[in-house]
């Protein structure tokens, strides 16, 4: 198993390069030159080549890669091409407003997920599980974005109960716990749980009635035990499973929240990818890329090993 | 929109695959089971309404989709002359969403399709050749795993710029790796059978082999597979939209059509609903047909 765990780690290496490697070549994707936001068209020839090597533009990619990446262990992703702050700073700080909103969206989505999946396969055929079914496809077909502008319409123009822009007073960097900041980010989470809440609903729900089906279940009962303790052991032969595909959805709600983000002006990474889309602003769209899809690895990693370490029966590798 | 990734039954795929073999009549009864769900029979008929209403839009709506007045902006629903209201350059809605289904359901169809074809492909040659071309192409395809669907989608969109070509690009690239990674797995599992055993002692040389012995039993759970991700697709594509990113205005389509109106909530909230609605009405239905079309060649019940 740690042998397995290793592997896993130092597999990790070459996909983050990989990944790295990815990023870098959007720039590359980009019809034009990267720099095309800032020179102006008319600009003389040594003013271009001079902004060229300020960027370091100018040397071969294999070099350009290599220095991009050392940086980057280091922190430093360049500076924005529209604001000439460093990235770095503007990614952590809408970065937290990101991991806020997918934490709140996952609690809300993997709990309502794990309640309706597990009704559901106990009251398998009945009423329950068909609404619960119901919900689950629902939640998977609704555009998020569309589901984040009709509470708006709801809730904010209609009731008036809940504002619909922005994360609160002092923006991103003065969040606190209290009412001011959640009530606005009620109305972002709850769009934004509803794919995560319909996707483990029907992991959990296939998961757990083929448990309830098995023969150490039909054991169990002979034994005599009932209600709670049954539970118990349904949980903890579920949770592998369930536990992976809650860690992939959450990496979904890191990487899948610039639409939600759009919707309601919140500060996150998405928003912040949008702003660097429009603005052409390219080392900021390759670092919050290379930050979420960062994120993403190391999160796909965890699971894995949590998952190992949980269900020792899992040998793979 | 996030079951790309979610890949764990590639069991049922593998045991579809070898159902198919076994039964000769197997499209028929798959074909008699899924007429006998009215679940699907009904998505299927909204669905080849949405279709048709889009392909004969030109002829069916009642004004043009690009002229408006600016005299009638923002009408509400069930203005006379205007039964779902104008927008906000006065356009006619109802005109606008019959077009608009062109744009958005070929926007949702066609990078599926796309990368059915090559997805489909690489798996067969990964999973059939295996050694250092199964490590090439399977490996590549997990950078991809990587990153999230959508990021992968805006970021691909984000640098090749807006556009319908690179919409198409950026979303036929998001589906290629989890389609070849099905392909592949359903390939490995027919490999290894019989048949395919016999095939190549009577003398059959490779490319033989997979198009008659392997290419049938590896398409079925495939394409299934790849209906999943229709409504997956049309949710980017029109998300896509929705940021600037896919079709430019003023080509009517549903996602770029809500972000428009959008600007307008505070003054005609209903109206800015109706594009959505029709993203997921449309959505749902392909949802339902996939999960009907997967129980029905799921003949072991």
Redesign the interface.
Known sequence: MFVFIIRRFLYAIPIALAVAAVCFSLVHLAPGDPLTAIIPADAPAEVVIAIQQAYGMDRPLLVQFGSWIQRALQGDLGVSVATGRPVMGDIALALSNTLLLAFAAALLGFLGGILLGALAAIYNGTWIDKLATALAITGVSIPHYWLGLLLVIIFSVHLDWLPSMGAGPGGSSDWRLDWAHLRHLVLPAVTMCFIPMGIVTRTVRATVSEILNSEFVTALYARGLRGRRIALHVAKNAAPTVLSVMGLQFGYLLGGSILVETVFSWPGTGYLLNTAIFQRDIPLLQGIILVLAMFFVGLNLLVDVLQTLMDPRIKRG | ???I??T?SKEKFALAAETAAVSRGYWTTVWTRLVRDPVSVGCAVVLLLMVLIAVFAPLLAPYDPSQGTMLKRLSPIGTEGHWLGTDELGRDMLSRLMHGGQMSLMMGLLPVFIAFAIGTSLGLIAGFFGGWINSLIM?TT???F???????A???S????AGFINAIISLTLVFIPPIARVAESVTTSVRNLDFVEAARASGAGNFTIIRVHVLGNVLGPVFIYATSLV?VCM?LA??LS????GVRPPTPEWGLM?NTL?QS??IQ??I??LP??M??IT??C???LS?GLRSAMDIKR
């Open positions: 929109m996030t079951t990734a979610s764990t490996r997990d950078v991809f990587a990153f999230p669907a959508v990021l992968l805006i970021a691909i984000g640098a090749l710029g409504s949710i029109a998300g929705f940021l600037g990113l809500l959008r909530i505070y909230p209903w800015s609903v959505g609605l993203i997921f959505s749902l392909f949802n339902l999960d």
